[in-house]
Nanobody, 121 residues
């Protein structure tokens, strides 16, 4: 059974930093694409950052230069370092595991329970 457990959210002032962690179990973590998404009230869930098994990364334009995604395959954990936080970064942040089948053309997505990040102005 797949479990993704996020931690590290909280309340921070504008300009501050937070680091989110997501501990994964039940998956072949080192071969899994991992990502962070967020959903603000009244808005759709959006991709914040992703990291492939080989370490390549991609970011939403709104967080480039401020957020850094990384992974520790030995700990089955993915991180999101968030610097220079803005009030518009306020959202529930979700960890995502995207598993691509090596046999048939399909994939699966698993989600954590989410962690609240609130940035005050």
């Amino acid at each position: 059974q797949v479990h993704l457990v996020e931690s590290g959210g909280g309340l921070v002032q504008s300009g501050g930093s937070l680091r989110l962690s997501c501990a994964a179990s039940g998956i072949n973590f080192s071969n899994t694409v991992m990502g962070w998404y967020r959903q603000a009230p009244g808005k759709q869930r959006e991709l914040v950052a992703g990291i492939a098994s080989g370490g390549s990364t991609n970011y939403a334009d709104s967080v480039k230069g401020r957020f850094t995604i990384s992974r520790d395959n030995a700990k089955n954990t993915v991180y999101l370092q968030m610097n220079s936080l803005k009030p518009e970064d306020t959202a529930v942040y979700y960890c995502n595991a995207h598993i691509i089948s090596p046999i048939i053309p399909t994939s699966w997505d698993y989600w954590g329970q989410g962690t609240q990040v609130t940035v005050s102005s």
